[in-house]
């Protein structure tokens, strides 16, 4: 049997628009079908603070850029939101470009199913696995996957075929950018019609050819990738993560993002603040307590902090069922609010770790105001 042609639409007093269609294919939309296309797309959360930055996490039918320095986050970032799109029933692909993926990188992140991830990367069978092998599996993939989502970690690391046959030199320039730029205008509209999501992850050099008024470093592989992805995102190193603090007792990092471009709507160059600790991945404790403190949810008196937001919620079937649960009167106002009540904001984050309900209640509350 052939191909079933989709049904051309006809459009009243444009003739010319409907010769186009007839002669080129259905490439003249109406506005109100372009936009019930762009409703059906779905956003994924990430994290707390960057799904607000982001505007509510990465869109399918993108592509996203993670750019950053060595051991800012970008891996257990991405890895993280591949066991959330695991969890949206998404098929998560790894290319594994860079070769130094360990079982720590699985191990530390929560809720991830290694079982369900497939890795694509250089084997004892195929030890040189070019750029152009590469970006040809990921085009296939794309086109052929439905739900897909895929992690290319990293650009900067592929090599392509004439680089690899040639003799170390330094002869070769902008080969790789070339091929990226010849890819991402291939799958551009692949990416949409799959509503697949695409996150390469790209490293910062050193910017040796701007004016004095450029920045300090600039993406590997040129701009080219931020030019051609929805969804930008500048990840820096903010400092170590110590609980308690100053103590010496090193557990994550705490990074700072920069949301350049989001193709979920998200305002141009917002900012999150990113708690990773090891072993886990991203800790959404740590940063719905720590947006709740910023915006009252959380009330500070002292020392002592209580969780307002669900004090003053206490009918919430949420609320109210983990007060019942824990045999607290929920029409006792002076119980309820002891029982929301902490001495210190590592007490505070224990709390939400071993209550995750109240933990999501939180969060949800945040996403009404600023989703």
């Keep these: 049997m052939g191909k079933k042609k989709s049904k051309i639409i006809e459009f009243e007093n444009d003739p010319v628009s409907n010769q186009i269609n007839k002669k080129y294919g259905a490439i003249v939309e109406s506005g109100s079908q372009v936009l019930a296309t762009l409703e059906n797309f779905n956003t994924i959360g990430v994290s707390p603070a960057l799904d607000i930055a982001l505007g509510g996490g990465l869109r399918e039918g993108s592509c996203v850029v993670m750019t950053g320095d060595p051991k800012t986050g970008k891996t257990t970032t991405a890895l993280y939101f591949a066991a959330k799109a695991q969890k949206a029933g998404k098929n998560v692909f790894y290319f594994n470009t860079e070769g130094r993926l360990t079982k720590e990188n699985f191990k530390g992140i929560k809720d991830l199913d290694i079982d369900k991830i497939k890795i694509v990367q250089a084997t004892d069978k195929e030890p040189m696995v070019s750029a152009e092998k590469y970006l040809n599996t990921l085009e296939t993939y794309i086109k052929n996957t439905p739900d897909l989502v895929a992690i290319v970690d990293s650009t900067s690391s592929m090599v392509p075929q004439d680089e690899l ?76 993560w110590e ?80 007060l019942i649960e824990n045999e607290i009167d929920h029409e006792n106002d002076e119980a309820i609010s002891k029982a929301f009540k902490f001495q210190g904001m590592e007490k505070v984050n224990t709390f939400l770790e071993e209550n995750t309900e109240i933990t999501q209640f939180i969060y949800q509350q945040i996403r009404e105001v600023f989703l």
Aim: hydrophobic share 35%; aromatic share 8%; glycine share 10%.
């Design 165 to 240: 046959d040639g003799e170390i030199r330094t002869g070769v320039r902008n080969a790789l950018p070339r091929l990226l730029s010849m890819f991402f205008k291939r799958i551009s509209g692949d990416v949409a019609r799959m509503k697949a999501i695409c996150i390469f992850i790209t490293h910062n050099i050193a910017n040796t050819g701007g004016s004095r008024y450029s920045p300090n470093k600039m993406a590997d592989c040129g701009n080219m990738l931020q030019y051609q992805a929805g969804t930008n995102m500048v990840i820096t190193h903010r400092g170590k």
């Design 243 to 322: 609980v308690p603090k100053d103590s010496g007792n090193h557990v994550g990092q705490v990074a700072n993002w920069v949301i350049k471009t989001s193709a979920a709507g998200g305002t141009p160059n917002s900012t999150a603040e990113g708690w990773i600790r090891y072993g886990i991945g991203i800790d959404e404790c740590q940063e719905v307590a720590q947006i709740a403190s910023e915006f009252a949810m959380i009330n500070r008196s002292g020392a002592w902090y209580t969780i307002s937001c669900a004090v003053e919620n206490k009918d919430d079937p949420v609320i109210k069922n983990w």
